[in-house]
């Protein structure tokens, strides 16, 4: 009988592996088992098992209340082969059949018996170590150096040329009208090149201002595309995968913490997005995100059946709750499941309140 793995992908047990070896396997719930699922809901007693039939590994459904699936198709008998997806009732399975090792020692001394060795040709010169020539060393070019440009005269330098200008035509009288429309328009150049450069020292000054306040907001900004570095980026990605394995680890205690560690999830990936290369833990995070939406799923799927049941019995008030819960594990108000809950909620609170009024009458 081959050897082959099946791998628990979600669930409570989700990451654990079991490898079997000349041997059958029996999946289900209780303790017997060789592959246990601790779901009281969805997983039966004794729900499946692995067996060897003409060299082949089948695997058989045990009449299961919720049934067995083989890549999404729902089977009864059904041959398994590598990479294959097995659901277990809410609980997906991944099998993987071990090939056989062959012994390396064999497969090296047939490929040295095998071999021949090339026949050494008058021409060719096997391992011959040929001296590098020593290059001559050339005469080095002396680089001209380029002469410094004469410096341009600041602001203050071209005022008191100004100021000079303007003395200069004052003491000679002889120059006339045209000197007075050359002073007005030197004057006019300073104080243009004075109000150029005031505003931009400003405007640099309130840059920094608006910079330094700008630095609490870098991380909810980094998802529309803004810088940040790369230090800041890896704690935040770490600490944000920190916080949804906290949450999905206390989904028992509250609904709505297996949403809150899938947004948790989300922003870690969106922060490790823009690291290269990726963190040890990013593959950890996809298989942990994917785990977490597959019990938020099976999770609303339970609910929306119980309200169905009490619908049906006419349970008004436990349909009230188990929608209630629908709407809590969804907890994304755009989603059309929260939407479908929240209308069917609505109808049942009138209900309620008709016969509430009903009652005191």
Not at 50 to 59: H, S, T
Not at 92 to 119: C, K, R, Y
Not at 197 to 206: H, N
Not at 287 to 307: M, P
Request: with cysteine; hydrophobic share 35%; net charge positive.
């Amino acid at each position: 009988m081959p050897k082959y793995k099946v791998s628990i992908a979600n669930g409570l047990k989700a990451g654990e592996h079991f490898e079997f070896d000349n041997e059958p396997c029996t999946i289900g719930r209780i303790q017997d088992n060789d592959i246990v699922l601790e779901n009281d809901d969805i997983v039966s007693r004794h729900h499946a098992k692995i067996v060897l039939e003409d060299d082949k590994l089948i695997l058989v459904d045990l009449e299961s209340k919720n049934g067995t699936k083989v890549n999404g198709k729902k089977i009864s008998r059904q041959e398994l082969k590598s990479h294959d997806k097995i659901e277990v009732g809410g609980v997906s399975l991944a099998f993987e059949v071990i090939p056989e090792q062959v012994n390396s020692s064999e497969e090296a001394g047939a490929t040295i018996i095998g071999e021949e060795m090339p026949e050494q040709d008058e021409k060719t010169e096997y391992f011959a170590i040929k001296p590098v020539p020593e290059k001559k060393k050339e005469p080095e070019e002396k680089i001209p150096v380029a002469k410094k440009a004469p410096a341009e005269p600041n602001i203050s330098q071209k005022v008191k040329e100004s100021k000079e200008k303007i003395l200069s035509s004052i003491k000679n009288p002889t120059r006339g009208k045209k000197n007075i429309t050359k002073i007005i328009l030197i004057v006019a150049v300073i104080s243009g090149l004075i109000y150029m450069f005031l505003p931009e020292r400003k405007s640099l000054e309130k840059a920094q201002e608006e910079l330094s306040a700008e630095k609490p907001r870098i991380a909810e900004k980094i998802d529309r595309g803004i810088s940040e570095p790369v230090g800041n980026l890896r704690d935040k990605a770490k600490e944000a995968f920190k916080y949804g394995e906290a949450l999905y680890n206390e989904r028992m205690i509250s609904y709505e913490n297996t949403y809150k560690a899938i947004e948790a999830y989300k922003k870690s990936l969106a922060y490790q997005r823009h690291l290269d290369p990726k963190p040890d833990y990013f593959h950890q995070t996809l298989l942990n995100l994917k785990g977490a939406k597959e019990y938020l799923d099976s999770e609303y799927r339970i609910h929306k059946f119980e309200a169905e049941k009490a619908i049906r019995v006419k349970d008004w008030k436990q349909v009230k709750k188990e929608l209630k819960i629908c709407m809590i594990l969804i907890s994304d108000r755009k989603d059309e499941r929260y939407k479908k809950a929240l209308k069917r909620l609505k109808q049942v609170e009138k209900h309620l309140a008709k016969q509430s009024a009903e009652s005191r009458k």
